[in-house]
């Protein structure tokens, strides 16, 4: 896809982007799973987790590991 736009060389492959979304997936996944057995504690503290990683990508990307300024 790169080479299309050439321009929009970098489309969120960083290290903030990455573990953000990766934060908030299985945040999500053990939203799902500790709520069908019924667990409401974890899945109040999943759904902390993916507060967290929300937060986590500007966190990271303010330290250096997220896309580039020009």
């Known amino acids: ?3 299309d736009h050439p321009e929009d060389t970098n489309h ?3 290290v ?3 573990t953000s979304v990766t934060v908030v997936m299985v ?4 939203l799902v799973f500790f709520f ?6 974890l899945t109040w503290a ?4 993916i507060v967290v990683g929300t937060a986590l990508g ?12 020009n």
Not at 36 to 41: F, K
Not at 58 to 69: C, Y
Request: without cysteine; hydrophobic residues 50%; glycine residues 14%.
């Open 46 to 49: 999943s759904a902390a987790v």
């Open 58 to 69: 500007p966190v990271l990307a303010a330290l250096g590991l997220g896309k580039k300024k």
């Open 12 to 14: 969120g492959d960083t």
């Open 1 to 3: 896809m790169s080479a």
């Open 36 to 41: 069908y057995v019924q667990n409401e504690a």
């Open 16 to 18: 903030a982007a990455w």
């Open 27 to 30: 945040g999500f996944a053990g």
